[in-house]
C-alpha cells in the first residue's frame, strides 16, 4: 500500500533533533495565533461596518501589532482582505467612502496614502476591542511586568552615593536592554527636589546621602509594555518623607480594592484622591491615578473616560504626591481586572527601601 503524502510541517518535524518536538510546538503555536487572529478579523470587521470603515490603514503601532502586523510598513484590512504591503494606496477599495489611519502616521504618510476618502482614527474602531485582554495577552503583560521588576530589583544593587542622575540612567537603560526589553518608553530617575517635578529628565545633580531617589522604567517586552516605579531614600529619609511617602502607598492600596469589573473607572480616581484628601497633601496629588496599558503604555481605560471596568483589562495604578521644592513620591504598578477582582501583575514590595551605597 503507497503510504499518503508527507506534508511540509510532517517532513520538518521527522528531520529535527529530538522527534521534532521543537518544530511541533512551534506549528502548533502558529495554528493557535492564527486561530486567535481570525476570530480578532471578525470583530474588526464587524466594528468597521459599524463605524461606516471600509478600510484601515496602519504603520508598526499597538494598532499594527493587535492585528498581527509583521514586517510592514503598512498593514491594509478591508472588508474581505487583510495584507501587508509597501503601497497601501492599491490595495484600498475603489470607491472607499471612509478610510481609517494609524494615528502615529506621519504628515507625509497621510498625504502619500492620497485616497479620495475621509480619513479618520483607526483608533475609533480598534480601541474599544483593545480594551480587555485575552488571557494570553494577560500573561505576556505579566512578563513584562516580571522584567520590569527584575530591572529595579537590580538597581537597589548599583552605587548611588555621588553618581549623577544621567549616569545611573544610563545604567539602567543598559540593564532593560541586557533584559530583552524592545524599546525603552521612559526611564526616570530624579533625586532630593527633582523627586517633585513630574516630567524631570535625568540631569547632572549628584545622588546625596538624605536624598530621596524616584525611580521609574517603562518598556516594551514581546510586544507587551510594563512600568513600574518605586521611591528609595539614599542612607537615610529626608524629615516628613516617610510620612508622606506612607500615604501614597495607603492610596495605591485604596485604589487597587476598588478596581473590579463594573466599577467606574472614575472611582479609582475618587478612592486614590480620598486617601490623599484626607492626608492634607491633595493640593500636591498628581493630576491622574492611572492609565490603561498593554501593546501600547498609555491607553484605555483611563480614568477621564466615562469608562467602566471589565474583566480582562489592565491599568497601570500610579498615585503620586509631589511637593514643590521639597519632595515627591510615585508608585507605580500593572493590575489586571479579573472577575475576581484585582490581580497585580507583580510582585515587587512596596516598603520604602533605604540604599546603603
Request: no cysteine.
Given at each position: 500500500m503507497t503510504p499518503p503524502p508527507r506534508s511540509p510541517q510532517d517532513a520538518a518535524q521527522d528531520a529535527a533533533p529530538g522527534g521534532g518536538s521543537a518544530v511541533r510546538a512551534e506549528v502548533e503555536e502558529a495554528q493557535l495565533m492564527s486561530g486567535r487572529m481570525s476570530g480578532r478579523m471578525v470583530a474588526v470587521r464587524e466594528a468597521m461596518a459599524g463605524a461606516g470603515v471600509d478600510a484601515l490603514v496602519l504603520r508598526p503601532s499597538p494598532d499594527f501589532r493587535f492585528l498581527g502586523g509583521g514586517e510592514g510598513p503598512y498593514l491594509v484590512v478591508t472588508r474581505d482582505a487583510v495584507a501587508?504591503?509597501?503601497?497601501?494606496a492599491r490595495l484600498v477599495?475603489?470607491?472607499?467612502?471612509?478610510?481609517?489611519?494609524?494615528?502615529?502616521?506621519r504628515v507625509r504618510e497621510l498625504f502619500g496614502l492620497a485616497v479620495e476618502a475621509e480619513l479618520v482614527p483607526a483608533s475609533a474602531v480598534l480601541a474599544p476591542l483593545?480594551?480587555?485582554?485575552?488571557?494570553?495577552?494577560?500573561?505576556?503583560?505579566?512578563?513584562?511586568v516580571a522584567a520590569a521588576e527584575e530591572v529595579l530589583g537590580q538597581a537597589r544593587e548599583l552605587a548611588w552615593f555621588g553618581a549623577g542622575e544621567r549616569a545611573m540612567a544610563r545604567r539602567l537603560r543598559s540593564l532593560l536592554v541586557e533584559s530583552g526589553c524592545e524599546e525603552v518608553l521612559s526611564l526616570r530617575v530624579a533625586a532630593g527636589e527633582h523627586?517633585?517635578?513630574?516630567?524631570?529628565?535625568?540631569?547632572?545633580?549628584?545622588?546625596?546621602?538624605?536624598?530621596?531617589l524616584l525611580v521609574s522604567v517603562c518598556g516594551r517586552w514581546d510586544g507587551y509594555c510594563a512600568e513600574v516605579a518605586r521611591v528609595f531614600a539614599v542612607a537615610e529619609p529626608p524629615e516628613d518623607f516617610e510620612a508622606m511617602y506612607s500615604v501614597v502607598a495607603a492610596a495605591h492600596r485604596a485604589g487597587l480594592s476598588v478596581m473590579r469589573p463594573g466599577v467606574p473607572v472614575a472611582a479609582v480616581s475618587r478612592?486614590?484622591?480620598?486617601?490623599?484628601?484626607?492626608?492634607?497633601?491633595g493640593r500636591f496629588a498628581a493630576a491622574h491615578a492611572g492609565r490603561g496599558i498593554g501593546l501600547g503604555h498609555d491607553e484605555g481605560p483611563r480614568p477621564g473616560e466615562d469608562a467602566v471596568l471589565a474583566a480582562g483589562m489592565t491599568f497601570c495604578l500610579e498615585p503620586a504626591i509631589y511637593v514643590p521644592d521639597l519632595f515627591g513620591a510615585r508608585v507605580a504598578d500593572v493590575v489586571a481586572c479579573?472577575?475576581?477582582?484585582?490581580?497585580?501583575?507583580?510582585t515587587s514590595p512596596h516598603s520604602l527601601t533605604v540604599l546603603d551605597r
Open positions: 501587508e504591503t509597501a503601497e497601501p477599495p475603489e470607491g472607499a467612502r471612509r478610510v481609517g489611519v494609524d494615528p502615529e502616521m483593545r480594551l480587555r485582554k485575552e488571557p494570553y495577552e494577560i500573561e505576556a503583560v505579566a512578563r513584562a523627586t517633585a517635578r513630574p516630567a524631570h529628565a535625568p540631569g547632572e545633580r549628584v545622588i546625596n546621602p538624605g536624598d530621596a478612592a486614590v484622591g480620598e486617601v490623599i484628601d484626607g492626608s492634607g497633601y479579573t472577575d475576581g477582582g484585582p490581580l497585580a501583575l507583580g
